[in-house]
């Protein structure tokens, strides 16, 4: 998993603030997922992003997240008024070069007090 | 829908003992992979191996050994003479392909206390 880099490694934020999590791919990967990992669970998929294009969604709460993966820059995953059930682990992965190994980061653990 | 199931919600052995981690899967497609990820109280995520759903060649890495078996759809990972920096959560993941990528479905975790 070395190469993919996401920062902060930890975030608190206040109920209804914004947090802004960012992941930058290991290089020539083009393609970024997200995932959550609530306390004392395993990791859910939240969504599958290539530069530019959001793939795959599904697995995004209707409201206050959004994510991105812009043409120059990390990918970032966006959760608007946060809330205490929001305090979690952010995992990224990166995938790309023909193999099927998803690379992961370190993770952004979210602390919403 | 993709499933995978860790029954064993924790196990805790004595170092130097085996220890045998299940996974069972559901998937109706043919191909597929698996994977077996460890994640140490650090908390990041530690690749441990993957394994196409064509090849179920049991692979040995080591003190660790994975026995990948379709028809009962189950992929078990086994500890030789464990040891106390064994001690983790470990997940078992499924992958869900798309568009010739794939997101992962993972299992609940298993979480491994190795005593010594």
């Known amino acids: 998993n070395a190469g993919v880099m996401q920062n902060p490694r930890h975030l608190v934020r206040r109920r209804g603030q914004e947090a802004r999590l960012r992941c930058s791919p290991m290089?020539?990967?083009?393609?970024v997922y997200w995932y959550r990992q609530l306390p004392e669970e395993g990791l859910k998929f939240m969504v599958y992003?290539?530069?530019?294009?959001?793939?795959?969604e599904s697995g995004m709460p209707k409201e206050r997240f959004s994510a991105e993966f812009p043409k120059e820059g990390p990918s970032i995953l966006r959760i608007q008024q946060v809330v205490r059930g929001d305090s979690a682990a952010y995992f990224c992965a990166s995938y790309g070069g023909g193999s099927y190994e998803q690379y992961f980061g370190p993770g952004t653990r979210l602390t919403v007090t | 829908a993709q499933k995978v199931t860790q029954a064993q919600t924790e196990i805790s052995v004595v170092e130097k003992e085996d220890v045998t981690l299940d996974c069972v899967y559901e998937?109706?497609?043919?191909?597929?992979?698996l994977f077996w990820y460890k994640q140490p109280p650090s908390g990041e995520l530690v690749f441990l191996i993957r394994r196409n759903s064509f090849d179920e060649q049991n692979e040995i890495s080591g003190r660790y050994s994975w026995n990948f078996q379709k028809s009962t759809s189950s992929f078990n990972f086994t500890i030789t003479a464990s040891q106390v920096v064994d001690s983790a959560v470990y997940f078992c993941a499924l992958s869900d392909l798309i568009q010739g990528a794939q997101k992962l479905v993972f299992g609940q975790g298993t979480r491994l206390t190795i005593n010594p």
């Open positions: 998937t109706r497609d043919t191909t597929y992979y």
């Open positions: 290089k020539g990967h083009s393609h």
């Open positions: 992003l290539q530069k530019e294009n959001i793939i795959d």
